[in-house]
Each structure stands twice: as C-alpha cells, then as structure tokens.
Nanobody, 126 residues
C-alpha cells in the first residue's frame, strides 16, 4: 500500500514558476522501487499525463505540452517527488495529481497507475 500526498499548489500569474511536492509513504517497500508521475485534470476534461520518472534509475518523460517548461525529480532519501513548473500558462490550470506504480519505467496513462493522491489545485491567471 502506498499513500501519496501532494502540496504546493496555488494561484499564480502567467509566466510565474511553482513547485509541487508529493510525499509518499510506502509501507515498508523502498520508495525507489516505485515509478512516480504527475497527471492533471482541468474542469470538464480527462485526466492527462504530465510527467513521470522511472523507478531506480530515474529516467524522465514529459508530455509535449510541458516539455522544456516542467521538470520532474525525485529525492529517494525523502520519499518525495517534485514537479518544478516554469513559464506557466493559463492552460496549465488544473488539479495536479501525484501517482505511483511499482517497478515501472514509465507511467503515461491512468491505467498504469497503482496509487493516486488527492490532488492539488494550480490556477494560472492571465
């Protein structure tokens, strides 16, 4: 069982930066055994992949819409994954969800997720 808790959301202006954090409690399993990802869901839309980082070696993948602006990273000593967001746009407004899956290289679809957080709201004003 894995519990993930997001933090760091808020209201920012277009062009600003924001860092989201996701703390994971892995009930005895090593955090590095889990691939971690961020998804987002805007009102009336499906939950979409944003970024992920693989288990163990930390290979990263990004949605085209955020490539070059967002950076995912993990600190295995702190059981935490981060999403550094820069050059934010109004279309980045959404609830951002942290996700985990055991021993995967990628998590790019909701069907691959084993565990979800409750989400944190990010609102970007123009």
């Amino acid at each position: 069982q894995v519990e993930v808790v997001e933090s760091g959301g808020g209201l920012v202006q277009a062009g600003d930066s924001l860092r989201l954090s996701c703390a994971a409690a892995t009930s005895g399993r090593t955090f590095s055994n889990y691939a971690m990802a961020w998804f987002r869901q805007a009102p009336g839309k499906e939950r979409d992949f944003v970024a992920c980082i693989s288990w163990t070696v930390g290979i990263t993948y990004y949605a085209d819409s955020v490539k070059g602006r967002f950076t995912i990273s993990r600190d295995n000593d702190k059981n935490t994954v981060y999403l550094q967001m820069s050059s934010l746009k109004p279309e980045d407004t959404a609830v951002y969800y942290c996700a985990a899956a055991l021993r995967r290289m990628t998590i790019t679809s909701t069907g691959e997720v084993g565990y979800w957080g409750q989400g944190t709201q990010v609102t970007v004003s123009s």
